[in-house]
């Protein structure tokens, strides 16, 4: 089939994205509205204000696409949506809106699955890189403020397929991440704090035992390859909160929160000068015992799957010790392993453009009464 330009629309949580992207291979614009300012005020994604936000945005972040893009509406092939999992009403905006742009421009609508378009925002890049593809299956980890998931990913006949090997029985490790900081009186979302404080940190300081997740009775594996990796990540998070109790942090915590609600924008600077080495070695080991777990997790997967390759995606794939060491123990294995940029790991719609490329070629179209669906599923 001959190049493709594909409109991707995003909006299942607090990013109004918009992208084009050429045959699945080529981004011609990747536009995103971040609502994370806002949100930061309440310490989290606050569900009607950011579907209101969505409503706001929605059109001059899709013209920006195609100004940025050089093209006109009627240039475009298909309208590619999210369709799931995220929060219904942000959903809905971006499904009524694309949904309209198909039939006032008489062209196909795609529906993709968030966690794939995860997925192949890794794939994308690859691709853009020139870089040889990956041998089949792929295990994917994708890891950020609302998922936890591995996934088997194989492809046949641009068929994608995708079985879910693990997941978290809980929070998400992007949460854990969040709820952690928060804790701490650090901002809003607290992965990048976790992740340039670390850095000041000994990460021996404190020993956090991860939970060991059985199989459920009645799920017994029938082999090896059967076997769920699951994650559970509500526990270190109370395991920090008991050390802070019993190390008497609780006051430099308060001082620290009252300090930075007086900044409007705090940066490293402001908040490093902030934290005692006893809160730096908590944030050190904290985020050290979670990237251990995840990274025990997804190479017992990879192992007991057979995969050829590693590839981690969701915004936790933007952690620095989580690339360093993700990268270190796939070389030792001989794996190949890749991640997005850090532009393509968190939410956007170059990652949904391109998921929707192999339905075009499948001619795998979405219904015209397509609806939101908060808990999809992927595989
Ligand atoms: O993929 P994403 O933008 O949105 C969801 O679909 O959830 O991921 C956001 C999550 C937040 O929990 C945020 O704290 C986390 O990714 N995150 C990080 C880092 N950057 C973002 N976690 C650890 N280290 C980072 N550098
Ligand atoms: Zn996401």
Redesign the pocket.
């Known amino acids: 089939m001959h190049s493709r330009l594909i409109l991707g629309i995003e909006s299942s949580?607090d990013e109004t994205a918009a992208a084009v992207v050429r045959s699945g291979s080529e981004t011609l614009s990747n536009v995103v509205a971040s609502q994370m300012t806002m949100h930061a005020v309440y310490g989290g994604v606050v569900p009607e204000l950011a579907s209101r936000e969505h409503l706001r945005n929605i059109v001059p972040v899709v013209r920006e696409a195609l100004t940025r893009a050089n093209l006109a509406f009627t240039d475009l092939d298909a309208i590619a949506v999210t369709e799931g999992p995220g929060l219904a009403g942000a959903l809905l905006v971006g499904i009524t809106y694309a949904k309209s742009l198909a039939f006032a421009l008489g062209k196909p609508l795609i529906a993709v699955n968030h966690l794939e378009g995860h997925i192949h925002a890794v794939l994308l890049e690859m691709r853009e890189r020139q870089q040889a593809a990956f041998e089949l299956p792929i295990l994917a980890l994708v890891v950020?403020?609302?998922?936890t998931h591995l996934y088997l990913a194989d492809e046949q006949n641009d068929a994608w397929t995708y079985r879910n090997v693990g997941r978290t029985l809980d929070d998400a490790a992007?949460?854990a991440?969040?709820k952690v900081a928060k804790l701490l009186g650090l901002g809003y979302?607290?992965?990048?704090w976790?992740?340039a404080l670390a850095l000041y940190g000994d990460p021996r300081a404190v020993e956090f035992r991860m939970a060991q997740i059985k199989s459920k009775p009645g799920h017994m594996p029938h082999s090896d390859n059967d076997r769920h990796h699951d994650f559970s990540f509500s526990g270190i998070k109370t395991a920090v909160l008991r050390h802070v109790e019993t190390h008497g942090l609780r006051a430099s915590i308060d001082a620290r929160r009252a300090a930075l609600a007086q900044i409007a924008v705090p940066t490293l600077a402001d908040i490093l000068p902030l934290c005692d080495a006893a809160t730096l070695g908590l944030i050190a080991s904290f985020q050290h015992a979670v990237v251990s777990y995840l990274l025990r997790g997804t190479f017992a997967a990879a192992e007991a799957s057979g995969s050829r390759a590693i590839l981690v995606s969701?915004?936790?794939a933007?952690?620095r010790e989580l690339r360093t060491r993700f990268t270190a123990e796939a070389a030792g294995r001989g794996l190949p392993i890749a991640f997005p940029s850090l532009a393509l790991s968190?939410?956007n719609a170059a990652m949904i453009a391109a998921a929707a490329w192999p339905r075009l070629q499948r001619r795998l179209f979405a219904p015209a009464e397509l609806q939101a669906t908060a808990q999809l599923r992927l595989g």
Do not use: M, W
């Open positions: 949580c950020s403020g609302g998922h992007g949460e991440f969040d979302p607290g992965g990048p976790i992740d969701g915004g936790v933007a952690n968190t939410d």
